[in-house]
């Protein structure tokens, strides 16, 4: 369980050091992938359509640096095509067994290949062939075309190593502000708020409250 202020410092006020709220979500996530009994990687990750409006889904954290927080999907998919047109994106893990969060915003960028490439081939071959057959938010008039296309796409590179489908990246969120919210008795909550204004800045921080 979280110690009683979870590495929050008692007081918080004005520049931190570059490293600091990397250094905390690491800590945190430790705690996490050892306490929470599934996905303790699983984020909301929020973009928003031409209209404006919000548009949420869970996705999975793949890899994560003091650059950011990364994951991957097909960039034709519903929230590929919005981050191509507005490439920001706000994003929560919340560790229930914790009783823990971090949220996080900023603009978005899409990794390297190479880094599309390195995690790909760690992908399981089923979900290689997947990422081949989905055609990713578009309509599906049956499950059976979509069980269709996984079998051809598995006959189809039966033999040999599965390569990337160009659709198929990482996205990287580069925070410009990063939150840590713990629980506490009768809704006074824990928040240090951490902001800087670019992605390169030098960082701020804040506690907030409840």
Same mark, same amino acid.
């Given at each position: 369980? #979280?110690?009683? %202020?979870?590495?929050?410092?008692?007081?918080?006020?004005?520049?931190?050091?570059?490293?600091? #709220?990397?250094?905390?979500?690491?800590?945190?996530?430790?705690?996490?992938?050892?306490?929470?009994?599934?996905?303790?990687?699983?984020?909301?990750?929020?973009?928003?359509?031409?209209?404006?409006?919000?548009?949420?889904?869970?996705?999975?954290?793949?890899?994560?640096?003091?650059?950011?927080?990364?994951?991957?999907?097909?960039?034709?998919?519903?929230?590929?095509?919005?981050?191509?047109?507005?490439?920001?994106?706000? $994003?929560?893990?919340?560790?229930?067994?914790?009783?823990?969060?971090?949220?996080?915003? $900023?603009?978005?960028?899409?990794?390297? #290949?190479?880094?599309?490439?390195?995690?790909?081939?760690?992908?399981?071959?089923?979900?290689?062939?997947?990422?081949?057959?989905?055609?990713?938010?578009?309509?599906?008039?049956?499950?059976?075309?979509?069980?269709?296309?996984?079998?051809?796409?598995?006959?189809?590179?039966?033999?040999?190593? /599965?390569?990337?489908?160009?659709?198929?990246? $990482?996205?990287?969120?580069? #925070?410009?502000?990063?939150?840590?919210?713990?629980?506490?008795?009768?809704?006074? %909550?824990?928040? /240090?708020?951490?902001?800087?204004?670019?992605?390169?800045?030098?960082?701020?921080?804040?506690?907030?409250?409840?």
């Amino acid at each position: 369980m #979280p110690t009683p %202020h979870d590495g929050l410092p008692e007081t918080a006020q004005g520049p931190a050091d570059e490293d600091m #709220p990397f250094d905390l979500f690491e800590r945190w996530y430790a705690e996490a992938e050892a306490a929470e009994p599934n996905d303790p990687n699983a984020m909301a990750i929020a973009t928003a359509d031409a209209t404006g409006l919000p548009d949420v889904r869970m996705v999975l954290l793949k890899h994560r640096d003091s650059q950011g927080f990364v994951f991957f999907t097909n960039a034709t998919s519903a929230k590929g095509r919005e981050l191509a047109a507005n490439s920001q994106a706000s $994003g929560v893990l919340h560790w229930k067994s914790l009783r823990r969060q971090v949220r996080f915003r $900023g603009p978005v960028e899409r990794v390297t #290949p190479n880094e599309s490439d390195a995690y790909f081939t760690s992908r399981a071959r089923d979900s290689q062939v997947g990422a081949w057959a989905s055609q990713q938010s578009s309509p599906l008039p049956a499950r059976k075309v979509l069980k269709d296309a996984v079998v051809a796409e598995t006959a189809r590179f039966e033999g040999q190593q /599965i390569p990337r489908p160009a659709h198929w990246i $990482g996205y990287r969120v580069r #925070p410009t502000y990063l939150e840590f919210w713990s629980d506490r008795p009768f809704r006074l %909550h824990d928040r /240090i708020a951490f902001t800087r204004m670019t992605p390169q800045g030098a960082w701020e921080h804040g506690r907030l409250y409840p």
